[in-house]
């Protein structure tokens, strides 16, 4: 290969790097998050990935841990146990909600919003992730789930 095309080559490798979309072996691996603070999935997902130095959470809705069942309450309760679902399973990526780049937040009933509102803001601080918030009829009667990207810190 002559001095141009090798030059061509690494140019077009790190256009694709920057995209991210180099087929350079670093961080090329999933991972799976799975941990016991967390409920089990009920379908064939897992509770997080880690990939390319994000954590992608899965949705969770208030689910004991312990039981599997749906915590009883209002969207107070159930906005906690979500966050405390989410919590485990970022912990168990080696992040915390400092960490959030993104939340996704689906709820049966936008008239509750203030209400969740009130816990997401006290359980993040003053870190504020981007965040898209949808009117959605979570499973089991729940009356919200959540997902997250996150970043892993290095």
Do not use: W
Request: aromatic share 4%; proline share 6%.
């Amino acid at each position: 290969m002559n001095r141009p095309q090798a030059r061509a080559r690494l140019v077009a490798l790190l256009a694709l790097n920057v995209a991210g979309c180099a087929s350079v072996q670093h961080e090329a691996v999933l991972r799976t998050v799975t941990v016991e603070g967390a409920p089990k999935p009920v379908g064939p997902y897992s509770q997080g990935v880690v990939a390319g130095g994000l954590l992608y959470a899965s949705g969770q809705i208030p689910r004991d841990p312990v039981t599997g069942n749906l915590v009883a309450g209002d969207i107070t309760v159930q906005t906690n146990r979500v966050f405390d679902n989410l919590e485990a399973v970022l912990k168990g990526a080696g992040c915390s909600l400092h960490d959030v780049v993104q939340v996704t937040v689906f709820m049966n009933d936008l008239g509750d919003f203030a209400k969740m509102n009130e816990v997401y803001a006290s359980r993040f601080g003053d870190h504020r992730p981007a965040r898209t918030t949808v009117q959605a009829k979570p499973p089991l009667g729940a009356l919200l789930e959540m997902d997250m990207v996150v970043r892993i810190p290095r």
